[in-house]
């Protein structure tokens, strides 16, 4: 058979080379044109358009000038194509701009003043930055519903809805639960729900931080702080083990909201309802100061009383002192914890907050409500058991002591009254039916209150696991408390042995330099505190 002399197909080209105001780029094809401006630093204004979400162009506020068509073109909406020449600062296009704009405020009240969206308002950005014009309007504007209950989280002002339609595509796209709807026409067309249906799936929040104006609000952050008033801090939600970016948004030492934080490889710019609220456990019963017994002591007296027991306990046999790694410790508390327990000789265990396997969906909730069991399970060691071998340990007389690094520790009643019979050690940041009985507590900063690391294993499946990812304090813990790692350093050296720590960073590359599997982990560059923009402001 003769061999063909046919030259192979050229593949087909995966990149588009356009001008974007006389300067020539390339981008990947497939690129909207809104895309391919941002990468030039062109900046287009638009209300609909929002990456993670398809573009329906409804506003018209994006609207660019291709050379050769005789219509202006929605950039969101609009491929790049070869050899396009794009120009977006014209007279004309600037002034269709101006006119949508103006289009779009026709009706829309002037609640600024006591609108929770003020200074994080698209809208209210726009119109400083591109019109900055008295209102033509000088009759009675159309009035809709205001304060309109949605459903468990959300209201509604439909007099400040732009009808963009972001949050219908977040609950159709992203929740994949179509609970909203528009209903009638023209200027009277208003945002609802779909009949016989409320806004109640666990993703209903994201509809509230893409609403580009004051639409919709949230019912727990709702007229309790001012965004310019508040700081923003990089974190990681404590919620589950999918390990969604979040930033932590706080001020005079709390917390008002997290938010989610952009991620492709995980959360995307998403988060659930649930991850929002674990926010509220940090102001809700904290232990405040150390305890021996019923009675508080200090610190380093309780710290000394520790060691003591320990040591008295080791001294009999390594093996009767247990440890507890907690699926909500950091990593770098963690991998303390087993410099520690290696010395000692100890059992190690892990525990954490009992799965909830009907939490689990396909987006982003995981069964598993711990942030870091993967963490509390590499530093445990492969012999470390769990729960049900720690059940079995207490009720067969196998332990005298129990050090516990964290309080979630889900035992029968039979155990909890073994643990009546041995020492235990509670690092905790509130009190529940472990520190009750309890020799010594310990308090215990919580997530938002340290610096250090995650590791996450969702068990959604799509999303990117055992990735390393870095928390930052936003504040300082209340009262004594202190992260765990610190407790966990202050005993060891009580027990004579030589923890040379001074921070987290320290411990995280030493704990790098230990563990193999971690020897990609990046530590990441210190973010500093910064405050929210007014969003009137440029930059």
């Known amino acids: ?123 209210q950005k726009l119109y400083m930055e591109w019109d900055g014009a008295p209102s033509r309007v000088d009759h009675n504007k159309v009035h809709k519903p205001k304060a309109v209950d949605l459903g468990p989280t959300i209201v509604l002002d439909a007099e400040r809805c732009i009808l963009c339609t972001r949050c219908i595509r977040v609950c159709n796209e992203v929740a994949h639960s179509p609970q909203l709807t528009m209903s009638y026409r023209g200027n009277h067309e208003i945002l609802t729900t779909a009949p016989g249906t409320l806004l109640d799936n666990p993703y209903s929040l994201n509809t509230v931080d893409v609403c580009p104006v004051g639409a919709l609000t949230s019912k727990d952050f709702r007229f309790h702080m001012r965004a310019w008033e508040l700081y923003k801090t990089e974190s990681v939600c404590p919620g589950c083990s999918t390990g969604c970016n979040i930033e932590i948004h706080h001020a005079q030492k709390r917390v008002w909201r997290l938010m989610p934080r952009l991620n492709p490889d995980v959360n995307k710019y998403w988060m659930c309802d649930e991850g929002r609220m674990t926010y509220h456990a940090l102001d809700e019963g904290r232990i405040l100061g150390a305890r021996l017994g019923d ?63 009907e939490r689990e969906d396909t987006i982003l909730r995981s069964r598993d409500v711990n942030p870091n069991r993967a963490g509390a399970q590499l530093f445990a060691g492969l012999e470390a058991g769990g729960v049900a071998e720690l059940e079995k340990a207490l009720l067969g007389d196998e332990l005298d002591l129990l050090w516990c690094v964290g309080e979630d520790l889900p035992l029968s009643d039979a155990a909890f009254e073994a643990l009546d019979a041995i020492d235990t050690v509670v690092q905790a940041a509130h009190d529940n039916q472990l520190t009750a009985g309890a020799d010594v507590v310990l308090p215990a900063a919580m997530w938002a209150e340290v610096d250090g690391t995650f590791t996450n294993a969702p068990t959604v499946p799509g999303i990117a696991s055992r990735r390393v990812q870095r928390m930052r304090a936003a504040f300082d813990p209340p009262g004594a408390a202190a992260p765990h790692w610190q407790h966990v350093v202050a005993i060891a050296r009580r027990l004579g042995q030589s923890l040379e720590y001074p921070n987290p960073r320290a411990l995280f590359n030493a704990m790098k330099e230990q563990t193999p599997t971690l020897a990609s982990a990046e530590w990441g560059r210190p973010v500093p505190l910064v405050q929210l923009r007014f969003a009137g402001s440029r930059g």
């Open 295 to 357: 009675d508080p002591a200090p610190l380093d007296k309780a710290v000394a009383f520790v060691a003591d027991r320990i040591e008295q306990a080791r001294q009999k046999d390594p093996r009767r002192v247990g440890v507890v790694f907690g699926a909500q410790a950091t990593n770098e508390d963690l991998y303390a914890l087993s410099v520690v327990t290696a010395a000692l000789g100890a059992r190690a265990f892990v525990a954490g907050r009992p799965v909830v396997p």
């Open 1 to 123: 058979m003769a061999e063909s002399n046919a030259a192979a197909p050229a593949p087909a080209p995966t990149t588009v080379t356009l001008k974007i105001d006389g300067r020539s780029i390339t981008v990947p094809k497939g690129t909207n044109l809104l895309e391919a401006c941002k990468t030039v630093g062109v900046d287009i204004s638009y209300f609909c358009y929002h990456p993670g979400l398809s573009s329906p162009a409804v506003c018209r506020q994006c609207l660019v000038e291709i050379v050769g068509q005789p219509k202006l073109v929605p950039s969101c909406y609009t491929p790049v194509a070869d050899n396009m020449d794009v120009i977006t600062k014209s007279d004309k296009v600037l002034l269709a701009r101006q006119q949508m704009l103006e289009f779009t405020l026709v009706n829309h009240p002037v609640d600024c003043p006591i609108c929770d969206k003020a200074g994080e308002c698209t809208l």
